[in-house]
Each structure stands twice: as C-alpha cells, then as structure tokens.
C-alpha cells in the first residue's frame, strides 16, 4: 500500500481513506467505466496504471510499491527485526530506506491511542467534582435529617434503645436513598455521558452505532465506594446526637458563641439587626458555612468552565479570520494557472475588489535532529493584504502547534520537504493559530530558488462594498466552468463552528449540570438553616419582627457566603478550564484559552440568582412557624 500514515496526517481531510488495494482498484474502475466511454476509458487507465503504480487495473499486486506490512510470528521480537531492518538498509550503498516502524509508533496509531488516553483522562476531571457535590449533597441531607429528629433521638434513647441500634436505623436509612442513586447513575449515566463525548469523536472518526455498555463491575465498585463514604458520614453525624444524654437531645440545641460586650450607639437603627444576626449565625455553625462556601465555589466553577470553553473556540475563531482569513471568498479552480492569469480571471467580474492568489502544500517539517510533524505551508504574496504577517522576506513564520510538535523556537533553522524537494529557513517567530496551522512564508522567497516555477490554483477575494457576497459566489459556482469551488467566510465560519459541535455540546452539559448541582446544594442547605432557626424564627415574631425582617437575616446570611464561595470559584474556572480542555484534545485545533468578563459576569449572575430564588423561595416558610414554638420547653 502507498503511504497509509498519511491518511491520519493530512489534517483529517475527510476525502482521505483507509481501504485496501483490491478494493480501491474496483472501485476505481467502476467509475471511471460509468462516467467515460471506451476511447476515453482506455487513455484513463492507461494514466493512472503508470501514476498509480498498478500492472494494470485487473491486477492483483502493484508493480513498484514503496510500503510493506510484516506480520511476525513473535511479537516480542518485533524490535529485533526492526533494528535487523535498519542495520541491512545503512550498509547498502544506496539506502531507500525512508522509514522502519512497529505498529506503535505508526502515525494512525499514535493517533488513536492519544484520543483513548485522553478520553480516559477526562472521566477522572468532571468525576471528581461531581463525586465531591454528591458527598456534599448526602451531608447535609443527612444532616438535615438528624435535625430534624433530634427529640425523637433524644425519646429513643430515654426508652433504652441501644446506640448501634439508633447508628443502624439510620445507616440503612442512608443506604436505601444512596442505592436508589447509585442504581439511576448506573442505568442513565452510561447512556448520556456516552452520546456527549461522542459528539467530539464523531468529528473525527466515522463511527459504528453507538451501543451502550452498561459498565457492571465499575458501576458496583462506585456503587459500594459512594455507600462506604455515605455510612460512614451518617455515622460520624449521627455520633454527635447520640452521645449527648437523653434530655439533651430533646431541648433545642443552644447556640455556643462567645459573649462580647458591645457598646451601642443611642441611634442606632433596628433595621441593622437582620444583617448582626446574618453574621451572628454563620460565626455559630462554621461547619454549615464552609460547606455552602464549598458547594457554591464548585458549582460556580463548573459554570465559569462551561463558559470558558465556549469562549476559547469562540476567540479561537475570531483570531484565526482576523489574522488569516480577512477575505470575503476563497476560490478553487479546476487547473493551476499562472499568477497573473488568475487575477485576470477573477476581475472580470465586477464586484470583485481585488484577488490574491496562494500556495497550500502538504510538508512534513522537522529540526536537524528531533520529532517530525506533518502540516501545511502556505505561500503567500509579499503585497497581498489577507494574511496578517509581518516577517523579513527570506524567513518562515510557524505556527504554536508545529513549534510545539518540532520543538522548534524563534530564530531556529527549520527543515521541511515539499514535492520531493527539501528546503530550510530561519524562524522569525511563533505566530499563535486556532485552526490555521502551518508553515507560512512568501512565494519569492530566496530559500525556493531551486523550487520549480509557481502555478496556482486557489485565491482570496474581496468584493466591492455592498455587494451580495452570496449571490456572487452562487454566480461563480453556476457560470464559471474553471471554477471547481467556491467558499464565502460565511461559509467557513460554519464549517469550523460544525467541527467544534461536540465541544460546545459538552459546554452546554457542563452548564446545566452545574445549575442543577447549584439547586440542589443550595436548597439542601437553605433548608437545613432554616430548620436550625426554626425556633429563633419564632421568639423573633413573639417580640415584633415583621416577616421582612426576619426575611433579610436569613437572605443576609445565605447571600455572603454565596458571594465568598462565587468568588473561590470564579478563581478556580479557568484552571478547571484547562484541566478539561487539556483532557479533551481536538487535533485540527490549538486552543487559545480565554475567558471573557462576560462569562465571569453572567457565572456571578447566575448563582446569584439560583441562591437568592432558592431562599427567597424558604423565606415564605416563615408565615408557618408558630410563635408558641418559642415557649415550648422540655422541663
């Protein structure tokens, strides 16, 4: 077969394909048959068999193949062949040798094995976080729970029930609710999170149907974890109430504050008191206030995450058009044609403004010593105004991604070969690129001087102020017989915003799945709050306080540790951010990471108001409270 690594290299193009040569052969011929008639048939067959390599289009083996496969009885000696390889080519007077390589380090397989390690990687990002939420989420249900049933504890006790007794009703208790999670996660969990990656991957890979594995082993393992964790939260919650006595455990539990003498100003005002009393309940349960800290710092990174990446490709973009693409329409003739007659052709229409026509290669570019990385290379005119670089005449400018994969920096001498010919030029610098990677330099340039003459065949176009770019290019593509293709920037933006449908999927996901663990902590915890001051809720209304009052202290204090966790967390989005992204590696991009202000605005915005509508929500529970709950005592 003819160099099959390149089918994974040539930055995915979807033209390219895998199949072997039997079954290209066939396929081959059966068009060129449908389409040509006899005379036509034979002069085409005749073409390709030299270009092709074939003995003939009825043959079963080619007649100079330049790539072997080699199949080894033993696979532990696959090194050993190899090196035997290499030592038979390097003593041969003329070495055709280009490359000798095991499975592992072919091109496609390198490939695919870096997207599996990734996507492994990534199940442990979005886990963990999640995975600390839940256990959040069971503390303080739970520990809204054993509030709740403080007196009835404090009965059990007193009628001789046994501690291990009180421990087991409760554990069981944890167990069922924690069971009947596991039990959806593991039914719904393989089925959604499957279809979100695979957003991604189908952009790269044609894949077979989608079949969901229901993952058992793993799924009974996390299952046992989550309520290992789970009883043994119950059960350090539980220890607490029931070690205390009987007639403990049936009074309310006084609050444990320092006494501090205060002096207070004669004109004070009473509307003070909710915002004192805000402050005097987060200091009297620091717990309480460090896990609505903990659950609002996560949830609001989670948002600010989902944001970023949806910023990064949006930037990403952006830059790519404004640097390398400042065109109205890329064309694409049929024939390559001379510089000048294509800029001929093109403004014979109209509303064409100017044309420059461009050179995109296929090379393969490396250091003198160090890794290979297979790209682009782009000529450019040194007049031309749609690609925005700016460099001496006589160097090449590169791209992140390929500095990165040839380890190559500014003012570095880079090889590369095109056509069957090698060049090398200094770097000038690394330009930063979203999507447009390569090797860019500038069709005089010195260092081509033993290239062949230059024949184009694709240009950028600008059109004329308020003309109908689409309209033109409908024209082009119906009336003009050379054009092959014709691509508004329109069009190309669609094309990129398509390629990264997968990613903004998984943004959306992270999104509402960090609103609803918002929803969740906060209610869990503005409901738990709200049943420790049930009683002092009630001695307020007994002394005058009017619903509003009470209203503010309970908003006062649920709405400073929310801001205290927002910020934590909007500190922690953009490096979950990079966490996510790092795991989650698309080969036709290079993300420039960024998050705008807007994101962090709108992440600030909406846990706001998620919490404030949460407890806004509890607050009409205060009409409920009895006053007589105030008076109530045990003795």
């Given at each position: ?10 930055s ?19 068009i ?31 007649s ?72 959040l989420?069971v ?25 291990s007794?009180?421990?087991?009703h ?70 607490k ?10 009074r ?6 320092k ?27 620091k ?18 995450c ?11 973009i ?115 690129a ?43 593509r ?61 001695t ?18 649920t709405?400073?540790l ?14 979950f ?25 709108l992440?600030?915005v ?13 607050t ?16």
């Open positions: 077969m003819n160099f099959p690594e390149n089918i994974t290299k040539s995915y193009n979807t033209s390219l394909v895998l199949m072997s040569d039997s079954m290209f052969r066939k396929g081959l011929k059966a060129i048959e449908e389409n040509f008639d006899e005379e036509g048939t034979k002069i085409i067959f005749s073409a390709l068999e030299g270009f092709l390599g074939f003995n003939s289009l009825e043959s079963e083996t080619l100079n193949p330049n790539q072997y496969l080699i199949s080894v009885k033993e696979p532990g000696r696959v090194a050993i062949l190899k090196d035997k390889i290499d030592q038979y080519f390097a003593n041969k007077e003329d070495n055709n040798l280009y490359l000798a390589a095991s499975r592992s380090e072919m091109p496609f397989y390198v490939t695919i094995n870096n997207d599996v390690t990734q996507a492994r990687q990534f199940t442990f990002v979005f886990p963990f976080v999640f995975f600390a939420v839940a256990i989420v503390l303080t249900t739970l520990s809204q729970r054993v509030l709740q049933e403080r007196s009835q504890i404090g009965t059990l006790k007193a009628i001789g029930l046994r501690k007794q009180i421990y087991w409760y554990i069981r208790l944890t167990c069922l609710l924690v069971g009947i999670g596991a039990f959806l996660g593991e039914v719904l969990g393989p089925i959604i999170v499957p279809w979100i990656l695979g957003q991604k991957y189908s952009i790269l890979y044609s894949l077979p149907y989608l079949r969901y594995s229901f993952p058992i082993l793993e799924g009974i393992l996390t299952a046992v974890v989550f309520l290992g964790i789970s009883s043994l939260v119950t059960l350090l919650i539980c220890h109430e029931v070690s205390l006595k009987p007639v403990d455990s049936m309310p539990e006084p609050p444990k504050m006494l501090r003498h205060i002096r207070r100003s004669k004109k004070e005002k009473v509307s003070m008191l909710s915002l004192k009393m805000a402050f005097r309940n987060i200091r009297i349960n717990m309480k206030s460090l896990m609505v800290i903990i659950g609002v710092m996560g949830c609001t990174a989670l948002l600010s989902g944001f970023g990446i949806e910023d990064t490709v949006d930037y990403g952006e830059h790519d058009f404004s640097i390398f693409y400042d065109t109205d329409l890329s064309i694409t003739f049929k024939n390559t044609m001379s510089k000048e007659d294509m800029v001929s052709a093109l403004l014979k229409y109209p509303e064409v403004k100017e044309a420059e026509p461009y050179i995109s290669l296929n090379t393969t570019a490396y250091l003198q010593e160090g890794p290979q990385s297979e790209c682009k290379m782009y000529l450019m005119q040194k007049d031309g105004d749609t690609i925005h670089l700016d460099f001496d005449h006589d160097k090449i400018v590169i791209t992140q991604k390929i500095a990165r994969n040839t380890g190559a920096k500014a003012g570095d001498v880079l090889r590369f070969q095109c056509n069957g010919l090698s060049y090398e030029a200094e770097v000038a610098y690394i330009q930063d979203f999507a447009y990677h390569g090797i860019y330099c500038y069709t005089d340039a010195s260092f081509l001087k033993n290239a062949s003459s230059l024949s184009y065949n694709t240009a950028y176009v600008k059109v004329k102020d308020k003309v109908d770019i689409e309209q033109l290019a409908k024209r082009m119906s009336q003009d017989d050379s054009i092959s293709n014709v691509m508004t920037a329109k069009e190309r933006n669609a094309m990129i915003q398509e390629v990264m449908t997968g990613i903004k999927v998984m943004t959306n996901a992270v999104k509402v799945f960090a609103i609803l663990l918002a929803v969740v902590v906060l209610y869990n915890l503005a409901l738990m709050n709200f049943k420790e001051r049930t009683r002092d809720i009630a307020l209304k007994v002394l005058g306080f009017s619903r509003k009052e009470i209203s503010l202290s309970l908003l006062f204090e709405m400073s929310t801001a205290i966790g927002v910020l934590f967390g909007l500190a922690l989005g953009y490096p951010m990079l966490g996510v992204l790092g795991t989650n590696v698309v080969e036709l991009v290079e993300y420039l990471y960024c998050i705008k202000a807007l994101s962090y605005f992440s600030f909406l846990t706001f108001v998620v919490a404030f509508a949460v407890n806004l929500l509890l009409k529970r205060i009409r409920k409270v009895l006053m007589v709950e105030s008076l109530k005592s045990v003795e």
